[in-house]
């Protein structure tokens, strides 16, 4: 009889080719015994300590074992001595097939390792004991609150179990480099007249986040630093600050042509189609940014091995010019305009630190920013703005005027933290359109980031719902997009 053994090594174990290797090093090391002149016990604990040194270096370095199931038909023994060194801390899993096995000894190895006994009457229902016990293992992921404000709305992944608090999914079996999706809503309550409960928040979004240094300040620490800011609690973010963007941009367009990277300005994509498994795009030119491409007629072909859809306002209007990319992976398009104003008449700016009250719907608030320059600039606000054209990808179907009237809005909402502001000193200054992928009303929504897996559509990237945020994350998208899709 063929002594079997199956290892389960823990998410790093590896691509395909690895983890063929892996295979054929666990049944390498399986060696066939005669169990009526061998006690099992002997059998186990030869063929752990008779491993080659190559396989146990492969499986210690490599291979870290989380779990072990043992499948012997052994009768008799001490559950000691086949639990060696070797397999201390593992838990084992044991598997009793018939009547021809010691059920007590194999439930004494499984309790005293922390694994799980299972009795197999019937050949027909191996499969499932297998794929009970193998899911088990390997396909639940635990999510849990661990902020008391937090709670789980629903788990759109699939009918799964959960409740305010905790919640389970299962993700099927995956192996090392493979991902799976799937959606959690959390519902965050408004708390009224209470600071600490949205600013905590804050704090743990942020140190989730990966951003260090944050500190919770009282009141008078806060305004000890900025003198004329008026708060009740404030959260230090020492690493926050700003870009030139124009310079920035700038210098990404010098990096890129450097690398031979070739801009097309002046271009528009009229379509795009997949032929023999490659995207073709047709583009004109359009002699103008802000002109249209009615009646235009395609000048070039071009086959590029991926195309990345970054159209930002345009991106919903672009992608519908894709054939064979259906409408259902096109989100809705919802636009925000966001305007600012500038204080003017100051002598001096009244803040040396960026200032954020706690975010509103649509947006993080009317803040302060204080640019490369000096210039004080206040916003932006939300104004949801309908747009019918949502064919063109062009950007002035958008206006881009501040009305001076929005000034009366802004005066409220900038006392709330700097009540020394004086009327008449906030000047019209510049606007943005925020590409929403959700309307008002609607809970936010993250970046959507689409490939061939999702849409079905080779060699195509989409980008949706990349606003403000995309600017800091813009290095960091495109370094997801690289390691993903090239």
């Not at 169990?35 to 291979?63: C, F, H, K, M, V």
């Not at 023994?77 to 070797?86: F, R």
């Not at 600012?340 to 608030?365: H, M, N, Q, R």
Request: hydrophobic share 35%.
């Amino acid at each position: 009889m063929q002594h079997r053994k199956l290892w389960n090594a823990d998410a790093k174990h590896g691509n395909r080719e690895r983890q063929g290797f892996y295979r054929n090093a666990c049944e390498e090391d399986t060696e066939s015994y005669d169990l009526w002149e061998r006690p099992a016990s002997q059998d186990l604990g030869i063929t752990l300590r008779t491993r080659s040194s190559q396989n146990q270096d492969y499986l210690r370095q490599s291979l870290p074992v989380q779990q072990q199931l043992q499948l012997p038909n052994w009768t008799g023994g001490d559950y000691k001595t086949l639990l060696p060194k070797e397999v201390n801390r593992i838990p084992v899993h044991a598997f009793g097939f018939g009547a021809d096995h010691d059920a007590s000894l194999m439930h004494s190895i499984a309790e005293n390792s922390g694994g799980t006994f299972s009795f197999i009457e019937s050949e027909t229902v191996i499969q499932d004991a297998f794929a009970q016990c193998i899911g088990g293992l390997l396909s639940v992921v635990e999510i849990e609150c661990v902020h008391p404000v937090l709670r789980i709305g629903s788990v759109k992944a699939g009918s799964y179990r959960f409740d305010s608090s905790t919640g389970t999914i299962g993700v099927g079996d995956l192996y090392a480099e493979e991902e799976r999706n799937f959606l959690v809503n959390l519902d965050v309550p408004v708390v009224n007249g209470v600071v600490s409960d949205p600013m905590s928040l804050l704090k743990h979004l942020g140190t989730q986040n990966g951003v260090s240094g944050l500190r919770m300040l009282e009141g008078f620490e806060a305004m000890r630093m900025e003198p004329e800011l008026r708060c009740v609690k404030a959260l230090l973010s020492p690493e926050s600050g700003i870009v030139d963007t124009h310079s920035f941009t700038l210098s990404l367009v010098g990096q890129a042509e450097n690398s031979h990277a070739t801009f097309s300005y002046n271009t528009v994509v009229l379509s795009g189609r997949v032929e023999e498994e490659k995207m073709h795009l047709f583009v004109a030119e359009t002699g103008s940014f802000e002109s249209r491409c009615e009646g235009v007629v395609a000048e070039l072909e071009l086959i590029p091995n991926l195309v990345v859809n970054s159209a930002g306002l345009g991106a919903q209007a672009l992608a519908k010019r894709f054939h064979g990319l259906r409408h259902r992976f096109i989100p809705s398009s919802h636009y925000a305009r966001g305007c600012y104003f500038t204080l003017s008449g100051a002598k001096s700016p009244p803040f040396d630190k960026l200032v954020y009250p706690i975010p509103e719907e649509g947006g993080l608030g009317v803040h302060v920013t204080v640019d490369l320059n000096g210039l004080v600039k206040f916003g932006p606000d939300v104004e949801w703005i309908e747009c019918r054209d949502d064919t063109s990808s062009f950007l002035n179907k958008f206006d881009y005027g501040v009305n001076p009237q929005r000034a009366e809005r802004f005066y409220p909402e900038i006392r709330k933290y700097y009540p020394d502001l004086k009327d008449g000193s906030l000047e019209p200054g510049c606007s943005g359109i925020r590409p929403k992928i959700t309307g008002p009303g609607q809970k936010a929504a993250d970046f959507i980031i689409q490939g061939e897996e999702t849409h079905g559509v080779p060699g195509l990237v989409t980008l949706f719902g990349i606003e403000s945020p995309g600017l800091t994350s813009s290095l960091a998208i495109a370094e997801h997009l690289a390691n993903k899709f090239l």
